[in-house]
């Protein structure tokens, strides 16, 4: 919401990106604070909000789902975000409402984001389809190992000049100048390819729309770990491509993840494969097989695969991968954000800056962490499924 920021935006490299006309400021942000965003924010811009998304849906000649792409930990993203997703539930509630959420760091500088984060994950249960869940440590962490491959020159690349990860004078940025740029670069891919079957055609083109009918067995559990590979895409950096498959096994690797999760130790509801560039459905078909004894799929659902190949690579490789795994290793963040949020509110740490705000009660902090618990204990009874022995059904005795 603030002016200096989104001005920022639109006197930068990306400003030819934005409609101007479609940009909602005021004078300040929402002060990190959920109720803000939401209950005030919210209200106050609701009808100019409404009217700008219409506009741009009329615009759209085959609208198939809406993206948000929020953070969790301030009070705009969280609170202002989680109001549009309501908004956009009662405007077009026929339209999947896909959101990208970037949560905070246990390091953050948002001493509130606990607050946030569990506020907004009560709406993100409730009003989401599909949620695809980023960490700020899991791309940090993705970015320091792009500067220590490059420094130790294992990758035998090179960086371009002018790019993401080199300063103005041409040298290796370090990773403590906090390269927000190189993060976002990230996220911006993972969009890129989820999307590449609308935009570009292909041998098996997925909908947006069939990952959330293949992927999401049940409403709540619409949480998908997003992967990449290679991760260097938007970089800027001139890596050789990997092997074909090679990059399906690091797609299910820890170092790929966009959260800090293992899923080959978790168990998975379901998979989809988004394939960009020169790769045959049988190389697809070979690479499942190949995997599969790797992986902990539940018991009726082995064969949760879905599969899309679109024939246009990304800028400057052969062949890319994007992994979206419903997973129960997204546990531990949502039990990390609990004990942080628990920790402030058993001492109701800062809690009267949020009760001041009309609209805003103690019941919202109670209801939000009882629905997060919720979500928790239903992935317990999914993980305590894992290490039942799988049967196969009897066969049908016919009587002589």
């Not at 506009?55 to 000649?61: G, I, L, M, N, S």
């Not at 130790?265 to 020169?278: E, F, I, K, P």
């Not at 009874?381 to 894992?386: G, R």
């Amino acid at each position: 919401m603030e002016e200096g920021v989104v001005n920022e935006i639109l006197q930068g490299p990306l400003r030819d990106v934005f409609d101007s006309k479609q940009l909602i400021t005021d004078v300040s942000g929402s002060g990190n604070n959920w109720a803000v965003g939401c209950k005030v924010y919210g209200c106050q811009y609701r009808e100019n909000i409404v009217e700008k998304l219409r506009k741009t849906a009329e615009h759209c000649d085959c609208l198939q789902c809406f993206f948000i792409i929020h953070s969790m930990g301030g009070g705009t993203g969280s609170g202002l975000g989680t109001f549009v997703l309501n908004l956009l539930e009662d405007e077009f509630p026929e339209v999947y409402r896909f959101v990208t959420s970037v949560y905070p760091s246990g390091e953050d500088d948002v001493i509130t984001s606990p607050y946030n984060s569990v506020l907004a994950m009560k709406e993100l249960n409730e009003h989401a389809d599909c949620v695809l869940p980023i960490e700020n440590e899991s791309l940090f962490d993705i970015v320091n190992k792009i500067h220590q491959m490059i420094n130790s020159g294992k990758l035998g690349s090179t960086v371009k000049p002018n790019s993401l990860v080199t300063s103005s004078a041409g040298t290796a940025k370090t990773v403590q100048e906090k390269p927000f740029d190189a993060m976002n670069n990230i996220v911006a891919n993972l969009l890129l390819n989820l999307t590449s079957s609308a935009r570009f055609e292909g041998s098996l083109n997925m909908d947006l729309n069939e990952i959330s009918m293949n992927l999401v067995p049940f409403p709540r559990l619409h949480y998908l770990v997003s992967s990449l590979t290679p991760l260097y895409t938007l970089a800027d950096v001139n890596i050789p491509s990997r092997r074909l498959d090679q990059m399906f096994s690091d797609a299910f690797s820890r170092d790929h993840q966009l959260i800090r999760a293992d899923p080959k130790h978790s168990l998975y509801l379901a998979c989809a494969l988004l394939v960009r560039g020169n790769v045959q459905v049988s190389d697809l078909r070979r690479n499942i097989e190949r995997l599969k004894p790797s992986l902990h799929f539940i018991s009726w659902n082995q064969e949760g695969w879905k599969t899309s190949l679109c024939s246009v690579p990304p800028v400057g490789h052969s062949h890319s991968l994007l992994a979206l795994a419903n997973n129960t290793c997204v546990k531990p963040t949502f039990m990390e954000l609990k004990d942080r949020f628990m920790k402030l509110y058993k001492k109701k740490a800062h809690l009267h800056h949020y009760l001041q705000v009309d609209g805003m009660e103690q019941g919202c902090f109670s209801e939000a962490i009882s629905s997060l618990s919720d979500l928790i204990e239903e992935y317990n009874e999914l993980d305590a499924s894992k290490g039942g022995l799988r049967t196969d059904p009897s066969r049908l005795k016919i009587a002589v």
